[in-house]
Nanobody, 119 residues
Framework: QVQLVESGGGLVQAGGSLRLSCAAS?????????MHWYRQAPGKQRKLVAT???????NYADSVKGRFTISRDNAKNTVCLQMNSLKPEDTAVYYC????????????WGQGTQVTVSS
């Protein structure tokens, strides 16, 4: 059973930084197709923030390009999201997700971690 546990969220002032971590168990992130970070603000749809593939290609939402960096540590089975120059509009619950091959493609989700950026 795949489990993803996010940590690192909290309250930060605008312009500050946070580093989110996603610890995976039940699966090796070395073998997944891709790992993702999504976010969901109150009353809004969940949106993709960043993706890192098995080949270490990365992709970012336009709103976070140049400020956020996704990375992974295969030895620790962890994916991180470094968030710099945070803005109040970055306030959301951030979710880690893993897409992998299992009788087709499957995506599992973590429970989320709250990020609040004050102005």
């Amino acid at each position: 059973q795949v489990q993803l546990v996010e940590s690192g969220g909290g309250l930060v002032q605008a312009g500050g930084s946070l580093r989110l971590s996603c610890a995976a168990s039940g699966i090796s992130i070395f073998n997944v197709i891709a790992m993702h970070w999504y976010r969901q603000a109150p009353g809004k749809q969940r949106k993709l923030v960043a993706t890192i593939t098995s080949g270490d290609s990365t992709n970012y939402a336009d709103s976070v390009k140049g400020r956020f960096t996704i990375s992974r540590d295969n030895a620790k089975n962890t994916v991180c999201l470094q968030m710099n120059s945070l803005k109040p509009e970055d306030t959301a619950v951030y979710y880690c997700a893993a897409t992998y091959s299992s009788s087709g493609f499957k995506t599992d989700w973590g429970q989320g971690t709250q990020v609040t950026v004050s102005s």
